[in-house]
């Protein structure tokens, strides 16, 4: 009797991937990558379920947008960060989280989508209380050596990057990166900051949270990076780290939580994405919108957040009058041969109801 349910559920989420899935098998698609973040689950979060509550993930939003980007044909997914609840220094528990992420991860990556990661506040920051009793979210060098020591065989496997993307991870240098003595970092960046071409494309990682520069861009090594790529006749800058360059205030109690807490970096960088025309895609709000910040100006480069991968809402029910802020969410993103770089948004609500098209545009 549940069957002509089930396929109405089934058309509309295929009706809702179709555009990706035909674009993935389209001569003129270059590459498709998706990209989405913040899937760790919050200790205080009312009624998690046993596995959640033991592993801090949301499983079953993770799985399932992992599921249908990996359907729609994407073969690479950058996560932008806070993969894990962490906020702690204690290795035990911090390898005990990656490997929950890292063991659904693999399953994607058999697929044939190669895992990208992005650090996280929550990856790299111990959060605590001073003598004073003042609280405290600062990055560690323990923290950062904990992300490369899970995470840096992804950054970047080039025979594996090549098996399942079918391009070259070119000019990957891991020396490339911020330093000490640059954008004011303490430690080396090594595999938190870092970059490759594949294709036409140049594709930038950065850490926001970097040891002794916490909630700030390497707005000058971003510069040097991608002049670098454009000598080497990149056409397409795609730039991805955790926190925004502008938050997105989806009411008027929403204060900065990005770079635009320093208004000088926040220039900084975004005058880089836009000399370039770079997309910067990022989590941190566990939310969804896409904007192009500097257009009353003739800005024109977009901030895609995707923070929705599966953390609580930014948004508390009666928040905000925008549905979407209240959706699981991630992209999907065509670079075609023409030059066309298409953009598809999907989500679906808490109820995890049928996927929905958020919005759809060229670049």
Known sequence: MKLPALLTVSALLLSACAPAMQGGRNPDVLFTF?????????????????QDKLWLQNTRAWSRIMNEANAQGARALFFNGDM??????????????????????????????????????HE??????????????????????????????????????KAITGLDDAAFDPANTATPGNDKVSTDQKQLT??????????????????????????DWLARDLAAA???????????????????????????????TDPDN???????????GATYFSGHEHIYHAEQPT???????????????????EAKPGDS??????????????VMKSGRVHVDAYGFDETYGPTRTLASWDM
Do not use: C
């Not at 490759?196 to 909630?215: E, K, L, M, P, R």
């Not at 977009?302 to 991968?309: A, C, D, H, M, R």
């Open 124 to 161: 790299v920051q111990e959060k605590g209380t001073d003598a004073a009793g003042k609280g405290f979210k600062l990055a560690r060098p323990g923290n950062e050596d904990a992300w490369r020591a899970n995470m840096g065989d992804l950054i970047l496997d080039a025979p594996r990057f």
């Open 321 to 334: 009058t925008n549905p979407q802020d209240r959706m699981y969410a991630w992209v999907t993103v065509q």
């Open 266 to 276: 926040q220039r900084a960088f975004w005058n880089t994405v836009e000399q370039y």
């Open 84 to 121: 894990i609840m962490g906020y702690t220094t204690d290795r035990t528990v911090l390898d005990r989280q990656y490997a929950y992420w890292r063991g659904m991860a693999a399953t994607l990556m058999e697929r044939g989508t190669y895992v990208v990661p992005v650090a996280g506040n």
């Open 34 to 50: 998706s990209t989405v973040g913040d899937s760790r689950e919050d200790p205080t979060t009312p009624n998690l379920g046993a």
């Open 295 to 313: 257009r009353a100006q003739g800005g024109k480069a977009w901030q895609v957040i995707v923070g929705s991968g599966g953390s609580p809402f």
């Open 230 to 260: 454009k000598t080497r006749g990149a056409a397409h800058f795609f730039v991805f780290g955790h926190k925004p360059a502008y938050t997105y205030k989806y009411n008027d109690k929403v204060t900065p939580g990005g770079f635009d």
């Open 194 to 219: 870092y970059s490759f071409d594949a294709g036409n494309s140049h594709f930038a990682v950065i850490n926001t949270d970097a040891v002794g520069w916490d909630s700030h861009a390497p707005a």
